[in-house]
């Protein structure tokens, strides 16, 4: 399982306005040959801008 909980802040930045803190809407697996990798899906806290990040569970 991910450590990732919908609704929690990360610290990523926003393409748009430049804003280092999001908010995970979802989290998706994604899965590799040797690895789980996640897509997390985010809204900037400040613009509202929506993003994804690929992470992998390591
Ligand atoms: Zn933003």
Redesign the pocket.
């Known amino acids: 399982m991910p450590n990732y909980e919908i609704g929690s802040k990360i610290t990523h930045r ?1 393409k ?4 280092d803190e999001q908010t995970i809407l979802k989290v998706t697996p994604k899965e590799f040959s040797e690895k789980t990798a996640y897509i997390l899906w985010t809204q ?1 806290t ?4 929506n993003d994804t990040r690929l992470t992998t569970s390591e």
């Not at 748009?16 to 804003?19: I, T």
């Not at 400040?46 to 801008?49: K, R, T």
């Open positions: 926003c748009d306005c430049y804003h900037c400040s613009c509202g801008q």
